[in-house]
């Protein structure tokens, strides 16, 4: 049994370990973040909700929650550094919504 336990461990450190050691896959986070988009827009359209400033706010939040999910553990690669940059847009463009929710609101 001892033997069993220490093939069996050692099988699932050498064979498992560096793909589930680091939750930062970018197909993850590109599958998670279409997975959500599309989501999104179908009940968006069933609730007949959908805009193209409330589908962007549902998809930044998305992609949001899905970069604390997929976040690299250890070193980041550059296609990390292309996501901060989407982020950062992003949040650029929400505080452009923002502003004109405002600017639209009565006085």
């Known amino acids: 049994m001892a ?8 099988r699932s450190s050498a064979g498992y ?3 589930t050691q680091d939750a930062g896959d970018r197909t993850l986070l590109v599958t998670g973040q279409l997975l959500w988009m599309a989501v999104t827009l179908a009940l968006l359209f069933v609730l007949e909700l959908l805009s193209a400033r409330l589908y962007f706010i549902v998809s930044f939040i998305g992609l949001l929650c899905n970069r604390v999910l997929f976040a690299p553990r250890g070193t980041t690669g550059q296609w990390w550094q292309v996501v901060n940059a989407i982020t950062w847009l992003c949040f650029a463009v929400l505080s452009y ?7 639209a609101a009565p006085s």
């Open 3 to 10: 033997g069993d336990t220490s093939r069996t461990g050692s």
């Open 17 to 19: 370990t560096s793909r």
């Open 97 to 103: 919504i923002i502003y004109l929710r405002v600017m």
